[in-house]
């Protein structure tokens, strides 16, 4: 890869432009005061992970991505946000007194996992082939991973029993 | 793959210490619930990541994922009916205004 095509240029350009969309709509879900902002902001951040994902070339998991988090978990929150906040209600104060203390944790560790990143002296990549395609994915959940996949359909059932019993009305 | 492996992971990092600053200082319970979704998408990423910088031709890394994205599913719904039915109990889901099992 001596010679940098405008094509290859253009590429990694547009991945840093959606790995700051990312962050940032990821900073507007912890930070924003109107929870229902801080739905929008999740959704982006969920939405840059999916471009990410394309850029990693899995995309699979890119179209799965956006259908369950951006299609279901997040239409589920947005429902809690209207079932239950005041939403724009200004006198709430957004975060709680351990504000300072959480942000030196999460600075302190995101620069260091960063730092951590940069000197790791990581091998070098190999010149993988081709990222599994499909077919090879659908094998490999449906053969070697069959066990925890059929535990994960029971786990789904469990969670929605479980969420009808504990959100219902109880009978006086 | 075009983009250096540590500027991936560096995403990631700063999507996890931002889903952790968020899920240790959000007052609502639903602001939790989305910091944690960040941590669990953090996760995620790592995970494609690495897969497709060392070599993933059984697609393990992106079974796991999967499973992980189910999960993360699981949890928000459980999450989500905890919170309404606090909600109906005690009209907050103020995560600070909860301390019934504070002696």
């Keep these: ?172 | 793959m075009i983009i250096p492996l540590s500027h991936v992971l560096v995403v990631s990092a700063g999507l996890f210490a931002l889903g952790v600053f968020g899920a240790l200082t959000r007052r609502n319970a639903i602001g939790i619930l989305m910091a944690i979704e960040l941590i669990l998408n953090s996760a995620n990423l790592n995970l494609i990541a690495f897969g497709r910088a060392r070599g993933d031709a059984g697609g393990e890394a992106q079974v796991v994922a999967l499973l992980v994205i189910g999960i993360a599913a699981a949890g928000a719904v459980v999450g989500l009916a905890l919170v309404l039915a606090i909600y109906r109990h005690r009209k907050t889901i103020s995560a600070d205004e909860i301390k019934l099992l504070k002696g």
């Design chain 1, 1 to 172: 890869m001596s010679q940098v095509g405008p094509l290859e240029l253009a590429a990694k350009a547009a991945f840093y432009v959606v790995a700051a969309g990312t962050l940032a709509g990821a900073w507007a879900a912890v930070s924003a005061r109107n929870l229902f902002r801080a739905a929008l902001g999740l959704a982006v951040a969920l939405f840059g992970v999916a471009i990410l994902y394309l850029f990693l070339e899995a995309e699979f998991l890119a179209v799965t991505q956006i259908l369950v988090y951006v299609g279901a978990i997040l239409t589920l929150l947005v429902f809690g946000v209207m079932l239950t906040a005041r939403m724009a209600d200004p006198a709430l104060p957004r975060w709680n007194r351990q504000c300072w203390a959480g942000l030196a944790v999460a600075a302190a560790l995101g620069l260091g996992l960063a730092h951590l990143l940069f000197h790791a002296p990581w091998p070098a990549p190999r010149d993988v082939a081709a990222p599994p395609g499909l077919p090879v994915l659908g094998k490999t959940l449906l053969s070697t991973y069959l066990l925890p996949f059929e535990v994960l359909s029971l786990l789904l059932l469990g969670a929605l029993v479980g969420a009808l019993f504990i959100a219902k009305k109880e009978q006086a």
